[in-house]
């Protein structure tokens, strides 16, 4: 599957179109990245193809960043969605049995959960979460790390993609952030048990939370030591300070326990999204039923978390028959043995054209990061990657008919819908490429 990129009149009509009333032509910066110009519009998605407004068609790796895991269109989940936009999509008083049937999964399946609040983005739940956290410690601080992301909010939106001048210094990814925030947003090494036992000697008393991605994938994919979480496990709880894992990328992709049933490690807090609806607009932070509490609305501290949309009811129809099938069908199994068949693949074809690289991921994740060698540890070990061979590596492949963001800190997804056709394909082509670069 071969494409020309598009240059249609009707899809440069629509760029054009786009670029007059949407800044840069996208709703996101990194949308419009996800095409090296941002200019291309896509129509319609099924199973594992993506399909523009001219005709060319994807396989698709990107996913939308991650969300669908089952596959784009999947008969029941929008079955179910179109079911609940029948019986009224938003009721925005009192509660619904749909609320609770979601909620209820979640308590069943993550460890640490054990009270929900439902809300529409990964970005939201995080921010609620550090809310939580700060109104049940008192303290402003928040501990997070090198590489991982948690959102665009300012509360931690600091030192995801920090240049190597940058390294180990707070550093705002977007102009416009509130310093206070900043200032008060410590940043540490991942894996580095160490670093975090030196922060807790000299900033203990004014942390509320710690944040992290158990697996930090916004940077392609880093492994946690052990030694590293039950550290982070063990000063916390020492410190009374809530431990928060951001499992927005993981949750229900890596396994319907999340990466805390897989470590065993169980955080306080945990944030889910993305892959819990299968791309519908839903996502939740659960917990300690006593940090969740305190926004019940009839008690002493008041928290406040809010949200005309959140709970809505085509969203947790999709995240009930999402979660359900993930179960039911052991998705992540299947994910898990594709995705070591890609990465294996990958790993030869680097090995046997000779080129300088490496193959990270974990179960439905993956991400060739030209330039480097070696498992990295943490954010310094990936900062020094070959941009500029990854980008021709993803035109490459896009030119094949295979999709994924050129950025070269992200990743490529795996779905249910991903079979050993597109494996082949996905590896026969990449080694041309590879043969090129």
């Not at 999402?322 to 898990?336: F, M, P």
Request: glycine share 10%.
């Amino acid at each position: 599957m071969t494409n020309d990129p598009p240059t249609t009149d009707r899809n440069e009509a629509i760029v054009d179109r786009a670029r007059e009333v949407i800044p840069g032509g996208a709703q996101t910066g990194l949308r419009a990245q996800a095409y090296d110009t941002g200019d291309v519009a896509f129509e319609s998605a099924s199973g594992a193809t993506l399909t523009t407004v001219t005709g060319e068609r994807y396989t698709d790796y990107h996913l939308g960043f991650g969300p669908i895991v089952l596959g784009h269109a999947h008969d029941a989940v929008d079955e179910a969605a179109r079911g609940a936009i029948d019986d009224g999509v938003l009721f925005g008083a009192g509660t619904a049995p749909l609320e609770v049937e979601v909620a209820e999964r979640l308590v069943d399946l993550l460890p640490s959960v054990e009270m929900v609040n439902f809300c529409n983005s990964g970005s939201e739940a995080t921010y609620h979460a550090i809310r939580l956290a700060r109104a049940a410690t008192g303290n402003e601080k928040v501990l997070k790390f090198e590489g991982c992301y948690h959102g665009w909010h300012d509360y931690v939106d600091v030192s995801v993609y920090p240049p190597a001048d940058r390294v180990g210094e707070r550093y705002p990814e977007s102009d416009g952030m509130l310093s206070a925030a900043v200032e008060n947003t410590l940043v540490a090494p991942f894996n580095d048990p160490e670093a975090v036992e030196e922060i807790f000697r000299e900033h203990g008393d004014d942390l509320a939370a710690v944040i992290l991605e158990p697996i930090p994938h916004s940077v392609g994919c880093l492994l946690p030591q052990t030694a590293f979480l039950e550290t982070l496990r063990e000063v916390t709880e020492d410190n009374d300070v809530p431990l928060i894992f951001d499992e927005v990328i993981s949750g229900f992709r890596h396994s319907p326990r999340g990466v805390q049933g897989e470590v065993g490690v169980t955080p306080d807090l945990t944030c889910v999204a993305k892959a819990l609806g299968n791309g519908y607009p839903v996502a939740a932070v659960g917990g300690r039923a006593d940090l969740l509490a305190q926004a019940g609305g009839d008690n002493e501290s008041g928290v406040v978390i809010s949200g005309t949309y959140s709970g809505n009811l085509p969203g947790l129809a999709a995240a009930r028959e999402t979660i359900d099938t993930v179960v039911d069908e052991d998705v992540q199994g299947y994910l898990t043995d594709l995705g070591d068949r890609y990465r294996e693949g990958l790993s030869d074809l680097l090995k046997d054209r000779g080129v300088d690289g490496r193959v990270v991921g974990h179960r439905s994740i993956f991400s060739v990061q030209f330039g480097v060698r070696g498992d990295p540890r943490d954010y310094e070990d990936v900062v020094g990657l070959d941009e500029e061979r990854f980008r021709a590596f993803a035109s490459g492949m896009r030119e094949r008919g295979h999709f994924f963001t050129p950025n070269p800190y992200k990743r490529h997804h795996l779905s249910a819908a991903h079979d050993e056709t597109h494996l082949e394909s996905y590896l026969d082509d990449a080694d041309a490429v590879l043969a090129e670069l």
